[in-house]
Nanobody, 134 residues
Framework: QLQLVESGGGLVQPGGSLRLSCAVS????????IGWFRQAPGKEREGVSC???????????NYADSVKGRFTISRDSTKNTVYLQMQSLKPEDKAVYYC????????????????????????WGQGTQVTVSS
């Protein structure tokens, strides 16, 4: 059974940092693209960042324009965990953040220069709240 569990959310002041974790079980995250999404109150869920499955040339990463240069996605294969390091946080980053695994173990996900697309991801975590406020 595929399971993804997010953690690391919390309250932070504008300009602060947080690191979100997505712990994966039931499958090896190396073989799947993993995406981070967020949903703010009253808004649709949007793609934030993704990391592709590992190939001979490594993994590709992509970001939404709104977080480029501030957020960094990474993977620790030994822990089967994907991270989202968030820096220079803004009040508009406040949302529930979700991680998700792509529909299949394919290298075709997250290889194009665009944020993750909702329809490409099938298995979701429960989310973790991020609040940016002074």
């Amino acid at each position: 059974q595929l399971q993804l569990v997010e953690s690391g959310g919390g309250l932070v002041q504008p300009g602060g940092s947080l690191r979100l974790s997505c712990a994966v079980s039931g499958f090896t995250s190396d073989y799947y693209a993993i995406g981070w999404f967020r949903q703010a109150p009253g808004k649709e869920r949007e793609g934030v960042s993704c990391i592709s499955s590992i190939s001979s040339s490594g993994s590709s990463t992509n970001y939404a324009d709104s977080v480029k240069g501030r957020f960094t996605i990474s993977r620790d294969s030994t822990k089967n965990t994907v991270y989202l390091q968030m820096q220079s946080l803004k009040p508009e980053d406040k949302a529930v953040y979700y991680c998700a695994a792509a529909h299949s173990a394919s290298h075709w996900y997250c290889i194009h220069p665009q944020p993750p697309q909702l329809y490409e991801y099938a298995d979701w975590g429960q989310g973790t709240q991020v609040t940016v406020s002074s």
